[in-house]
């Protein structure tokens, strides 16, 4: 069974080994596009740490029988004249584990932050996913999220 709770400081080095196969997994897709640094994990640690318990962030840890399996990472965003973006909720990540994945656990962060978002305000919820992060746009579909934005990048 999957629980999905609020993460605390006795996650942070699971969650934060996690944090460092997304970064690795997006810099694998494209190279110069997504930078990877020496010890994505340790600052992932301390970032995270610094979040917790702010106001407007929302940080999930999966459990799948007492071992973290995944993680969500949200924040409540003001409105954004760039982007055209009224107030809303944005995952910035949300990822599981190899051994946890096709189990419902990436959907099921995503259902709880979905209510995270809605209890503090927001009328919508963002996100950004890599162009070859087929899995997890489907699923993004599937909970009812729209195409609205392709980014293009011009390496110089």
Not at 13 to 35: K, P
Not at 56 to 67: C, D, I, N, P, S
Not at 83 to 103: E, P, Q, T, Y
Not at 121 to 146: D, P
């Amino acid at each position: 069974m999957t629980v999905i709770r609020d993460m605390t400081p006795e996650d942070l080095d699971a969650v934060s080994l996690l944090a460092e196969q997304l970064v690795l997994l997006h810099h694998s897709w494209d190279t110069t596009r997504f930078f990877t640094t020496p010890d994505v994990a340790k600052g992932y640690r301390r970032y995270f740490q610094s979040q917790l318990g702010e106001q407007g962030v929302v940080l999930l840890t999966a459990e799948v029988e007492g071992v973290v399996a995944g993680y969500l990472f949200g924040t409540l965003e003001s409105r954004d004249w760039a982007k055209l973006l009224d107030a809303h909720g944005a995952v910035h990540d949300v990822f599981v584990s190899a051994a946890h994945r096709r189990h419902g656990v990436a959907q099921a962060l995503m259902v709880e932050a979905k209510a995270r978002f809605a209890k503090l305000g927001a009328r919508q919820v963002v996100l950004y996913s890599a162009s070859s992060n087929a899995e997890g746009q489907a699923l993004f579909k599937r909970l009812g999220y729209r195409p609205t934005m392709i980014e293009l990048t011009l390496d110089l």
